[in-house]
Each structure stands twice: as C-alpha cells, then as structure tokens.
T-cell receptor, first 115, second 114 residues
Framework: AQTVTQSQPEMSVQEAETVTLSCTYD???????LFWYKQPPSRQMILVIR????KQQNATENRFSVNFQKAAKSFSLKISDSQLGDAAMYFC????????????WGLGTSLAVNP | DAGVTQSPTHLIKTRGQQVTLRCSPI?????VSWYQQVLGQGPQFIFQ???????GRGNFPDRFSARQFPNYSSELNVNALLLGDSALYLC?????????????FGPGTRLTVL
C-alpha cells in the first residue's frame, strides 16, 4: 500500500526567508503524481504545485519549488521569500497514475511565518 | 466561475442520527470525490464518482454512502452517527477521471457529533 510521510508537524520561518518542508512516500508504482496542497485557516484546500514522476525536472511555481528524488522517494517543498500569507497547513499527497485514483495524504506540516 | 460549493457549512448532530452533505462541482467537471479530515490529520478518501458511477471507495463502513446526480452534484450520507464521525468533510471535483487532472476542493462541511 502506498503511504505518505511528513515528519515535521510544525515549522516556522521568518518573513522573506526560505523554508523547506519534507515529504517521503512509499510505492511500488513507477508512474504517479505528487502534490503539495495548502490549507489556510479558512479551510479551503488549494493546490500549490504538482510533479509528474516521469519528469526528471523539478516543478516550479513562482516562489514554490520542489526537490523530487525518485530513487529516494523524497518530495520536498521549498518556499522562497516567505510571506505572511504562506502561513497554513501544507499537505503532501500521492496519486497513482491512471483513471479514478484516490489521493493519499500525509499528516501535514503547520507552517508559521514570523514577521 | 463558481468554485466547488458545499452545504451546509456547519452541522451539529447527535449519536445515532443520520446526515446528508451536499456538493456542487465546478461547471463542466464530471468527477466528484469525498474526503474525511479529522482534526489534526490529513484527509482520508471516502468515495469517488465519475459520470454518476462509483469508481472508488475508501476504507469506511457501510454507514457511509454517496451518489452523484445527472447534473454531477453529489450527496454523502452517513447513518447511525458515531462520535468519531466528527470531522471536516471535503468534496473535490475534477474535470475527468485522469490522475493528472487537478482536484479542486470545496470549503468543506464541519460535522460535529455530540
């Protein structure tokens, strides 16, 4: 069975600094997708970034980038130039490729941004 | 365009009661998934529907059921409520059934069972 592990329950960062959130996963599949979602206190889950396992190039979305290490089954999220609005729960999620596949989630990392 | 909507926002029930949660997907989206998020944990998959057919079911008891209507909206029903059913219930809609498609989430329904 696939699992997703986030080993950092809480993290904090100073405004304008860089922070990295860790995620590891376990799967025997070779084709899959990895996601980072953000859930602010307002509860709406928002997709931050997505990585296709068959792509070697790390995904980047503005201040957000990932370090995808397929062999190590590691998928970390780097947030550069942190802003107060980045404060939220961050969830790492896995989805096997194909149709009608469920998302498998980690427990989340609570990120605080200090002014 | 409107995003995924869910109703009600909050709900308080007592043990043994039944509850129905509703979800309207983004216009044009044909797939709806339901997740249960207990406080302090990540979401857990409950159901996925695509084109009005159940396409996936998580490890939840038969007290949980769902359906998708011709307009692609969906209902999640939970019978014989237990205290442990207290959680945030999230609905997500997807354009199609492919894993590549982004899931868009609604704001959730906060269910409290007393």
């Amino acid at each position: 069975a696939q699992t997703v592990t986030q080993s950092q329950p809480e993290m904090s960062v100073q405004e304008a600094e860089t922070v990295t959130l860790s995620c590891t996963y376990d799967t025997s599949e070779s084709d899959y997708y990895l996601f980072w979602y953000k859930q602010p206190p307002s509860r709406q889950m928002i997709l931050v970034i997505r990585q296709e396992a068959y792509k070697q190039q790390n995904a980047t979305e503005n201040r957000f980038s990932v370090n995808f290490q397929k062999a190590a089954k590691s998928f970390s999220l780097k947030i550069s130039d942190s802003q107060l609005g980045d404060a939220a729960m961050y969830f790492c999620a896995y989805r096997r490729a194909g149709n009608n596949r469920k998302l498998i989630w980690g427990l989340g990392t609570s990120l605080a941004v200090n002014p | 365009d409107a995003g995924v909507t869910q109703s009600p926002t909050h709900l308080i029930k007592t043990r043994g009661q039944q509850v129905t949660l509703r979800c309207s997907p983004i216009s044009g989206h044909k797939s709806v998934s339901w997740y249960q998020q207990v406080l302090g944990q990540g979401p857990q998959f409950i159901f996925q529907y695509y084109e009005k057919e159940e396409r996936g079911r998580g490890n939840f008891p038969d007290r949980f059921s769902a359906r998708q209507f011709p307009n692609y909206s969906s209902e999640l029903n939970v019978n014989a409520l237990l205290l442990g059913d207290s959680a945030l219930y999230l609905c997500a809609s997807t354009l199609g059934g492919s894993s590549y498609n982004e899931q868009f989430f609604g704001p959730g329904t906060r269910l409290t069972v007393l």
